[in-house]
Each structure stands twice: as C-alpha cells, then as structure tokens.
C-alpha cells in the first residue's frame, strides 16, 4: 500500500471532450508528478507540481493542466480529448529526489 | 530526454531458476537510478534507489548493481517465485524530481 489513491480507476470519454483526474498523495509529500503510460510503452513526464505551482513538464500540449491543493491532493485536466490520450494516469508523490516515488495505482482514460 | 533502454522485453522463467535483465542508458546525467516492481492491478512499488557508480543493493532474494561509466544497472532475480511475476520498471531520476522510465521487463514465473 503506497498511501496513493487515484480516481476514478476507469473512464470512457468522448474525442473533443474534456476530463479530470483526482489523486490523493502521501501525508507531506510536497511533490506530485503526473505520469501517462500508452500501450506498449513506459510511463511518460507529464508534468510535476511542488507546494502548488508547476515546477516542469514533459512534452505534453497545454490542453494537459493540472493543479495541487494544500490538502495534498491534486488533478490532472485534459481539455479537448483526443484518441491518443487513451491511456493510464499515474500520480506519483515524493521528497526528494533520493528516495523512492509513491505511485497511486492509476486511472486508465479511454477515449472514443 | 533521456533514453532507458530495458531487455529483455519479457521473459519466462521456471520456478526455482535465477534471471538476471538489464536496464541501459546512455548518459549519466541523473541524480539516482530507481527500480519498481509493478503487479497487475497495483501500484509500482519502490525496490530500489541507487545512487553511485559501484551501488549494489538487494532486498530478500533481489538484488541490483549499477555501473553508471558503462551505462547499466542489473536487476537479479535468485530461485524465482510465482510471486515475483511482475513488470519490472527501470527509471532514472533528474532534473526537477522527475523520472525517465524504461518499457519494462515483464517476468512470468511458471510453477
């Protein structure tokens, strides 16, 4: 049990609809990172969120935004869907960079 | 960018043999080289953090190694489990807390 938690687990949205995604991350873990992982491939940065402002971001298009709230939760929106945004989310928390990443279990977003 | 490279693919191995599959990348650029083991239906769970040339660690009957001058980490597996079928996560830690995964090495232990 990481002590990550996101939802929903599963989703089926229509192309040119928009979605949010919610995680939960550990207990004074100031750091989150949205990771999307496509079929056949490994995760990939999407961006990363420290004490609530943007603090960098993988080669994703704006249409992929995100926010971080005090309660150390935060979202992952996704404006305009596209088929290619069909994958699973995951949300990763951390402290710093020598110790491990606490991934959530990830939400899979299908689009149709 | 940085490039991680994982192989095998996938592998079978009997209950009771030991395997070992490498994680390669090209630079050394980063701050720590992370190993997650990911089951069906779980979260990626933390096995390892290494973070210098020469690190080696190991947790029960797994154990890493990282060479960061040759560009690898080893992953060992000793008398494999059914429990250990797990997708095997290479990434390496840089920049901003982020982290550059490999594809994965896939395990199947057959009983």
Redesign the interface.
Known sequence: E?G?TQSPTHLIKTRGQQVTLRCSSQSGHN?V?W?QQAL??????IF?Y?REEE??R??FPPRFSGLQFPNYSSELNVNALELDDSALY?C?S?I???????????TRLTVV | ILNVEQSPQSLHVQEGDSTNFTCSFPSSNFYALHWYRWETAKSPEALFVMTLNGDEKKKGRISATLNTKEGYSYLYIKGSQPEDSATYLCALFYGNNRLAFGKGNQVVVIP
């Open positions: 990481t990550v750091t990172s990771y056949g491939q490994g995760p990939q940065f990363q420290y603090n960098g993988g080669n995951l990763a951390s710093d960079r020598n110790t491990e990443a606490f991934f959530g279990q990830g």
